[in-house]
């Protein structure tokens, strides 16, 4: 060994066991999903990508360059999604301020009642807080009157 610096501690052997692959119905169903279902849309979606380039830089270069042209059309790729996402959101409080005009003639009724139902709890509260003061507030006007009448402050 040239360089000295460099200490070999332990010695790593590769273990010479292999795991069993399983071999059962669903797994082989499994591989097959993963080709299907993740492999191949990828591949695929690659293959459009490819094919886009391909054909832009074909139209570009077989003309001449035209920058304004191409900047046009790379604003419009920009812009579908947003206005495809803005439609959503559109289509979303379209449905969310007719779900309010709806209920909106439903609650009138139900908040009316409501109300009368807390006035009624809130007199209920008052006059019992007004019951268990009364008896201090009554205590306190009679030693009142009565430092008055005989004349202490």
């Not at 292999?18 to 293959?47: D, F």
């Not at 074909?58 to 419009?76: H, K, L, N, P």
């Not at 139902?117 to 006007?141: C, Q």
């Amino acid at each position: 060994i040239a360089d000295r610096s460099v200490r070999n501690y332990a010695k790593i052997i590769p273990m010479k066991t292999k795991l069993p692959q399983p071999v059962h119905a669903s797994y082989n169903r499994h591989r097959r999903e993963v080709v299907t279902q993740i492999i191949l849309p990828v591949l695929l979606t690659m293959l459009l990508v490819i094919a886009l380039i391909v054909i832009i830089n074909v139209a570009i270069f077989r003309d001449g360059v035209d920058v304004g042209r191409w900047a046009a059309v790379s604003t419009i790729w920009i812009v579908i999604p947003i206005m495809i996402g803005m439609l959503i959101f559109l289509v979303f409080l379209g449905g969310l301020i007719y779900l309010i005009g709806r209920l909106l003639n439903i609650t009138p009724t139900y908040t009316g009642h409501a109300q009368d139902f807390i006035y009624k709890v809130a007199d209920y509260i008052k006059r019992g807080a007004d019951a268990v003061i009364k008896p201090i507030i009554g205590l306190e006007g009679f030693i009142a009157k009565m430092n008055a009448f005989f004349g202490r402050k």
